[in-house]
């Protein structure tokens, strides 16, 4: 089962920030937390991963709290590209990722 | 470079019949993994290729599904016979090492009448 829970879907305006929430309180000590989407009829997509700094990238910024009980991932400025589902996954390594159900992110005009 | 290619992109076909479906990871990428969405439930792991040997298949649901990745390159995963609830997508990703995050293909969507 997954060890993440997550908002089961969320709205956003095109050009605002998009600030998915996850929860994953039992996190230990060596597992990082992996952010993948996955837009309609394609694979799941690597975004981002932190360990306990926040991290960003290209794509997103990603701030884990001090307790590490959860994390933000932050689209700055939302596309209608990024419709899709955003998937937290906690994890020592990326050898067996598990997937939950996600959050449906829906970027409007 | 070229990303992580499956074939095929869609299969059709009746209960009690073999299907294979083939993955090309990324080149030079000795970690490849099989994925699974069954209708209506989330994204699960079935088994990890190092190279050619299987480093892991806890995820492989039943002895009907053989995965194989001779030579340490493309993979493929054989479903026979195939049942109903063999019906989804699979899914391929690799990665260079294990420490980086896997590239997912698009996947090989299977339906199974």
């Known amino acids: 089962d997954a060890k993440t829970t997550q908002p089961t879907s969320m709205d956003c305006a095109e050009g605002r920030a998009a600030n998915l929430p996850c929860n994953h309180s039992?996190?230990?000590?060596?597992?990082?937390v992996y952010w993948y989407r996955q837009i309609h009829s394609q694979g799941p997509q690597y975004i981002i991963h932190?360990?306990?700094n926040n991290e960003t990238n290209e794509m997103a910024s990603l701030i884990i709290t001090e307790d590490r009980k959860s994390s933000t991932l932050i689209l700055p400025h939302a596309t209608l590209r990024d419709t899709a589902v955003y998937y937290c996954i906690v994890s020592p390594n990326t050898d067996k990722l598990i997937f939950g159900t996600g959050t449906r992110l829906q970027v409007f005009p | 470079e070229a990303g992580v290619t499956q074939f095929p992109s869609h299969s059709v076909i009746e209960k009690g019949q073999t299907v294979t479906l083939r993955c090309d990871p990324i080149?030079?990428?000795?970690?490849l993994y099989w994925y699974r969405r069954v209708m209506g439930k989330e994204i699960k792991f079935l088994l990890h290729f190092v190279k050619e040997s299987k480093q892991d298949e806890s995820g492989m649901p039943n002895n009907r599904f053989l995965a194989e990745r001779t030579g340490g390159t493309y993979s493929t995963l054989k479903v026979q016979p195939a049942e109903l609830e063999d019906s989804g997508v699979y899914f391929c990703a690799s990665s260079q090492d294990r420490g980086r995050a896997p590239t997912f293909g698009a996947g090989s969507r299977l339906t199974v009448l």
């Open positions: 932190g360990l306990k």
């Open positions: 039992t996190i230990s000590g060596n597992e990082y």
């Open positions: 080149s030079g990428h000795d970690n």
